[in-house]
């Protein structure tokens, strides 16, 4: 009987132990946050996280812990009180990605609505409005997707990259209404690669519209930048605005760049000027009408 009882004791030690081995591992803190175990390393893996936030908290709260592959998206509207920073990176082969909904920055009392500093985001499906400043600004970082954003209704350029972010493909977006009345409309462009923007900048499919000062500008914007199927219309208001379709340097330079399949229409000066940038501008396939000083100038 005691050898019975022995044996009995002993399958049930080896159950138990066997439970507790392949039992896995989770994250106790949230649901939404699944952890996995390797048997091979022992580590623990996070795995990518899909949020979907309709507060200012619980936003910046996402991005702030934002890690490459999660999901964050925004449902509905969500007024901002302070700038949004995108601070962290992604990879290149694990994007960081931020959709959906809109972000009205009114709640704003001074700054730009959206800042990204990170690298390797895709951006998309969302509406930025409102910002006491740019509305979408790439401060540094580079190699971020930024994909059917309408930026609208700020008070200086709708999307801008400067200050040497780079390799930013910007693709389907709008800009329209943006104005900055404390200067006059002088700094409201559509969209603006311009002082000192790195290398490697793409604008394709975008619209600027009925900007104060111009559609595309690239006023000190040191490296080429690519704009291919973009059209800008309606531009120069306000007692400042200069009012070109695609501005293409400022004078002292010697930047090429490439313009491809665009249309400039009814702006308040040219179509397409080079500002007194001296490098080869390719202009190809492009044209527009009704613009006030006329087609080109400053072209070489």
Not at 138 to 161: E, K, M, P, R, W
Not at 263 to 274: E, F, L, V
Request: net charge negative.
């Amino acid at each position: 009987m005691k050898k019975h009882i022995g044996a009995m004791a002993l399958v049930i030690l080896f159950a138990s132990c066997l439970k507790v081995t392949e039992q896995p591992a989770t994250d106790s803190s949230s649901s939404s946050n699944p952890a996995t175990r390797s048997e091979s390393d022992g580590f623990t893996n996070v795995a990518a996280v899909n949020t979907t936030v309709t507060t200012e908290s619980a936003l910046k709260t996402a991005i702030a812990n934002a890690k490459a592959g999660d999901i964050i998206t925004v449902s509905g509207t969500i007024r901002l009180t302070s700038t949004l920073q995108l601070l962290n990176s992604g990879t290149s082969s694990s994007k960081i990605n931020f959709t959906g909904g809109t972000l009205d920055c009114s709640g704003i009392s001074s700054g730009w609505g959206v800042k990204c500093n990170g690298s390797y985001w895709n951006i998309t499906n969302m509406t930025i409005k409102n910002a006491p400043d740019c509305g979408l600004v790439f401060q540094s970082g580079g190699y971020n997707y930024v994909s059917n954003i309408t930026a609208t209704g700020n008070d200086d350029s709708g999307i801008q990259i400067y200050n040497g972010s780079h390799h930013n493909n910007v693709v389907n977006c709008k800009s329209n209404e943006n104005y900055d009345a404390a200067n006059g409309g002088e700094n409201a462009d559509g969209f603006a690669c311009k002082l000192s923007g790195g290398a490697g900048n793409k604008f394709t499919s975008c619209t600027a519209n009925h900007n104060s000062d111009d559609g595309w500008d690239l006023y000190g914007q040191p490296y080429s930048v690519t704009i291919t199927g973009c059209v800008a219309t309606n531009h120069g208001y306000g007692s400042n605005g200069d009012g070109n379709g695609f501005k293409l340097g400022s004078a002292g330079q010697n930047v090429p760049h490439t313009v491809t399949n665009c249309t400039a229409n009814n702006n308040k000066a040219w179509g397409y000027d080079g500002n007194g940038n001296t490098g080869h501008i390719t202009i190809t396939g492009s044209g527009g009408s009704g613009n006030g000083s006329g087609l080109m100038t400053r072209i070489y």
